[in-house]
Each structure stands twice: as C-alpha cells, then as structure tokens.
C-alpha cells in the first residue's frame, strides 16, 4: 500500500504552539510512522531557533525513529530576533555565507549528520542561483542531503533556481479559501518542472474550521462525502496531482484522521463546489 500524501509540521511541537516534551514529540512521531507519514517538516526558526532541537531531543529519547523518517530542513529566514541580526529586521539570506552555518547548525540540534531534504525557506531578490547550486552540489557530495526544494517561491523565481538546480519539492501556501497558487500559476510550475507540490495550511490556518457563514455550505458537502469538515478540506488539497498536505496537528487521532481523509481524491463537480463556497464567490 502506498503512504498516504501527507507530511507531518514540527511547526506547532514547541514554543509556538503546544509545547510538547521530548517524550511527547517522540510518541507523536512514533505515530505518524505507525500510520505511513514518515516525512518530517521542520525550519531553524520554528519556535524562535528552538523546536529543531526538540526534534533533536525527541530523536535522541527514542533512537529508532531517526532511521524511518525523511526530514525536511528549511533555511533562509532571518528573525528580528534571530542571533547576528543586530538590525533587526526580518529578511531572507540564501547566500551559502548564510546557509553554510545555519545548515551546520540545525544539523547539530538534530544530533544528526544529514537530512532528507533542504530547502530555501522564502524567495530572496538577491539571490545567487550558480553560487548556491555550487554550495548545494557540495552537501549533497558529502552525503548531508538526498535532494533540494523551495518554499514560497513564485512561479518566475522557481524557474531561475531550477535551471541552475533541480528542484525535487515546493512548499506553497494552499487550502480552498487561500488558494492564490492555483491561479497565479506556483502550483502548475511545480508540477511542470517535475516537483512535488506540498501543500501547508490546508485548513487555512483554521480559519475555515471557525467560520461560521460558510459552515453550514462547508458541512453540508462533507455531509454529502461522508466526511466532517476537516477532513473535507483536506482532501479537497489532497485531490491535486502531485501535492502532499503538510499537517499541522500535534494530536495522533488527528493524524489518523487525515489518513482517511486523503485515501481517495474528490470528484470534480464536488471539489468545484467546495472551492467556490470556501472562496465565497464563484470559481475562475
């Protein structure tokens, strides 16, 4: 049986959400292998620089979980608090100047000598496509990567990496109400250019799960896929081609949720339908 199109966000694990104990990361993790999700997301600033060390914890209290898991890096966001920011100004740096030791670093917060995948956080202007080809080329020579990916790049600068790099994934911003990718073409670029799509904040950020003027529509067509509405709206992004749903939940029955969710696609009259109440006017 093939895993299901999911991959499970380390986002909300610490200090930006629930807080979990090492033990509790590794139960959760221990989980999501148990249902078949055995690729982690995970980024350096996530919990203010803190939750890839958790990770690292978690992986440490239960040594046979590092083996069975795929781990997503991502790099190039600078906070206003993140250390050598002496401005103090959010911005991106993709330079290897930058990605060299940020890489090195969650390296040693994992206690781990590679990852599965790095990627580029956010699209810098001022980026150095060969230069970082260059730097990638050399990790992945040392055998600390399997392969490269993006997130949250436009469609133009997906493109101007991808010539100097082959991109293997892309991380874009994707649920039935904010589905600004599906229309400003980030997602069939993705595609086009043979990378997998993975799809965060399906629930758009549980904006849809509160709304109570689209509710009822929302609960009346998951009525109709026997389906709550979470589930709905996970499989509506799972429906896409090529597109894996970043979840973020830190709750193992959730998880086992969203497995069921996304083990078939929508038909297309009803993923249509769900797009148009979620976007609150008609579809392009």
Same mark, same amino acid.
């Given at each position: 049986?093939?895993?299901?199109?999911?991959?499970?966000? =380390?986002?909300?694990?610490?200090? $930006?959400?629930?807080? #979990?104990?090492?033990?509790?990361?590794?139960? *959760?993790?221990?989980?999501?292998?148990?249902?078949?999700?055995?690729?982690?997301?995970?980024?350096?600033?996530?919990?203010? /620089?803190?939750?890839?060390?958790?990770?690292?914890?978690?992986?440490?209290?239960?040594?046979?979980?590092?083996?069975? %898991?795929?781990?997503?890096?991502?790099?190039?966001?600078?906070?206003?608090?993140?250390?050598?920011?002496?401005?103090?100004?959010? /911005?991106? @740096? *993709? =330079?290897?100047?930058?990605?060299?030791?940020?890489?090195?670093?969650?390296?040693?917060?994992?206690?781990?000598?590679?990852?599965?995948?790095?990627? %580029? /956080?956010?699209? @810098?202007?001022?980026?150095?496509?060969?230069?970082?080809?260059?730097?990638?080329?050399?990790?992945?020579?040392?055998?600390?990567?399997?392969?490269?990916?993006?997130?949250?790049?436009?469609?133009?600068? #997906?493109?101007?990496?991808?010539?100097?790099?082959?991109?293997?994934?892309?991380?874009?911003?994707? =649920?039935?109400?904010?589905?600004?990718?599906?229309?400003?073409?980030?997602?069939?670029?993705?595609?086009?250019?043979?990378?997998?799509?993975?799809?965060?904040?399906?629930? @758009?950020?549980?904006?849809?799960?509160? @709304?109570?003027?689209?509710?009822?529509?929302?609960?009346? *067509?998951?009525?109709?896929?026997? %389906?709550?509405?979470?589930? *709905?709206?996970?499989? $509506?992004?799972?429906?896409?081609?090529?597109?894996?749903?970043?979840?973020?939940?830190?709750?193992?029955?959730?998880?086992?949720?969203?497995?069921?969710?996304?083990?078939?696609?929508?038909?297309?009259?009803?993923?249509? &339908?769900?797009?148009?109440? &979620?976007?609150?006017?008609?579809?392009?």
């Amino acid at each position: 049986m093939s895993p299901p199109p999911l991959i499970l966000g =380390s986002m909300r694990f610490g200090e $930006w959400g629930a807080r #979990l104990a090492p033990a509790e990361v590794a139960r *959760l993790l221990a989980a999501a292998l148990e249902l078949g999700i055995d690729t982690l997301d995970l980024a350096d600033i996530y919990g203010g /620089h803190t939750t890839t060390a958790l990770i690292g914890a978690a992986l440490a209290h239960d040594p046979g979980l590092r083996p069975r %898991l795929h781990l997503i890096a991502k790099l190039g966001i600078v906070l206003p608090t993140s250390p050598g920011n002496p401005r103090g100004v959010q /911005h991106y @740096d *993709l =330079s290897p100047a930058h990605l060299a030791p940020a890489f090195e670093q969650t390296l040693r917060d994992l206690g781990s000598d590679s990852v599965g995948t790095l990627m %580029l /956080h956010r699209f @810098d202007p001022r980026l150095a496509p060969a230069a970082l080809a260059d730097w990638v080329t050399k990790e992945r020579g040392r055998g600390r990567l399997q392969a490269f990916g993006v997130s949250n790049f436009p469609a133009p600068a #997906l493109t101007l990496v991808h010539a100097h790099l082959p991109v293997a994934a892309h991380q874009i911003e994707l =649920s039935a109400a904010a589905s600004a990718a599906l229309e400003d073409g980030s997602h069939a670029a993705s595609r086009a250019l043979g990378a997998e799509v993975q799809a965060w904040s399906p629930l @758009d950020g549980g904006a849809l799960l509160a @709304d109570e003027a689209r509710g009822p529509a929302l609960d009346a *067509l998951a009525a109709e896929a026997g %389906l709550d509405r979470a589930s *709905l709206l996970l499989r $509506w992004v799972a429906s896409l081609p090529g597109t894996r749903v970043v979840l973020g939940s830190t709750r193992p029955e959730r998880l086992a949720a969203a497995v069921r969710a996304v083990e078939r696609p929508l038909p297309a009259d009803l993923w249509y &339908a769900v797009w148009q109440v &979620a976007r609150g006017r008609p579809v392009p």
